[in-house]
């Protein structure tokens, strides 16, 4: 059965920390890795990840993925109150996204 | 535009109702899904579309029934549900099956 596990679970830091969300995953047919940002309601999209050593960065937000390890991180610097929400991780295999359980991610001014 | 749109925001319904839950993306993508989220749990996969055509169902009980009219629409259709169904429901949709998914706003669906 495929799986995809992330750490930690939550995650309290102040502002201005910078915090690093890990994904590791077991999946058959592995194809690429995404990364959401979930706050209220829906997921919004933040990386795909195909290759490995690569890392796509976006404005304080950057990820890399390993796939000999097969983990991905998501690094997020200079942490704002803003950036507080859930992270998910998630692979495709195949034709489906499976999602691991997410980080919850709390930055206090 | 990467926008999806789903109706209702909110839903409460009786065991006995019917009702439908609608979303719609004018990105010209192929694929679309249903997901269930239930609170501080990931997203399941419940239903996959591609070319209108159900290509995916993840074991899902017939008490929802998904519907594609066109390319841009998908419907979940709900009858003598649960309040065990009460959760989340996000539709997405992506260019092809295997693409990036982008994830409209859900409905919040309690179910008494």
């Known amino acids: 059965e495929d799986k995809v596990v992330q750490s930690p679970l939550s995650l309290v830091v102040h502002e201005g920390d910078t915090v690093t969300l890990n994904c590791s995953y077991e999946?058959?047919?592995?194809?690429?890795l995404l990364w959401y940002k979930q706050e209220k309601k829906a997921p919004t999209f933040l990386f795909m990840l195909?290759?490995?050593?690569i890392e796509k960065k976006s404005g304080r937000l950057s990820s890399i993925l390993d796939k000999k390890e097969l983990f991905s991180i998501l690094n997020i610097t200079a942490t704002q109150t803003g950036d507080s929400a859930v992270y998910l991780c998630?692979?495709?295999?195949?034709?489906?996204?499976?999602f691991g359980g997410g980080t919850r991610l709390m930055v206090k001014p | 535009d990467t926008e999806v749109t789903q109706t209702p925001k909110h839903l409460v319904m009786g065991m006995t109702n019917k009702k439908s839950l609608k979303c719609e993306q004018h990105?010209?993508?192929?694929?679309m899904y249903w997901y269930k989220q239930k609170a501080k749990k990931p997203p399941e996969l419940m239903f996959v579309?591609?070319?209108?055509?159900?290509?995916i169902n993840e074991s899902v009980p017939s008490r929802f029934s998904p519907e594609c009219p066109n390319s841009s629409l998908l419907n979940l259709h709900l009858h003598a549900l649960q309040p065990e169904d009460s959760a989340l429901y996000l539709c997405?949709?992506?260019?092809?099956?295997?693409?990036?998914?982008?994830f409209g706003p859900g409905t919040r669906l309690l179910v008494l």
């Open positions: 997405a949709s992506s260019q092809f099956q295997q693409e990036t998914q982008y």
């Open positions: 999946v058959t047919n592995f194809r690429s």
């Open positions: 195909t290759s490995s050593g």
């Open positions: 998630a692979t495709y295999a195949g034709n489906m996204l499976t």
């Open positions: 990105m010209g993508h192929r694929a």
């Open positions: 579309y591609s070319y209108e055509k159900l290509s």
